[in-house]
Nanobody, 125 residues
């Protein structure tokens, strides 16, 4: 079983950038599909981005497409989320999660079996 720890969150002005990292323990990290989700106060957790085991397939929510980039380094057991042109509505706790390489929908949080503790991202006006 893999364990996940996010880092890189913080306070940034609108238009700025942040890069989130998610470090995974366990030798099987490279086989998992990895996802990023976020949850704003009073809202449901929502899909942000996902990446298949070899980085060959990338998936993004429409709200972040063109601004966020997901990537992974299997040698370092780490997945990243580069966030550019940040907006106040991007403010949320960001979570990374792992799912089976055979999962049906990378967009559904119910497909993911392992979650990190989350990292806060706050975008000020």
């Amino acid at each position: 079983q893999v364990q996940l720890v996010e880092s890189g969150g913080g306070l940034v002005q609108a238009g700025g950038s942040l890069r989130l990292s998610c470090a995974a323990s366990g030798r099987t990290f490279s086989i998992y599909t990895m996802g990023w989700f976020r949850q704003a106060p009073g809202k449901e957790r929502e899909f942000v981005a996902a990446i298949r085991w070899n980085g060959g397939s990338l998936y993004y929510a429409d709200s972040v497409k063109g601004r966020f980039t997901i990537s992974r380094d299997n040698a370092k057991n780490t997945v990243y989320l580069q966030m550019n042109s940040l907006k106040p509505e991007d403010t949320a706790v960001y979570y990374c999660a792992a799912t089976s390489p055979y999962s049906g929908s990378v967009y559904s949080l119910h497909e993911y079996h392992t979650w990190g503790q989350g990292t806060q991202v706050t975008v000020s006006t």
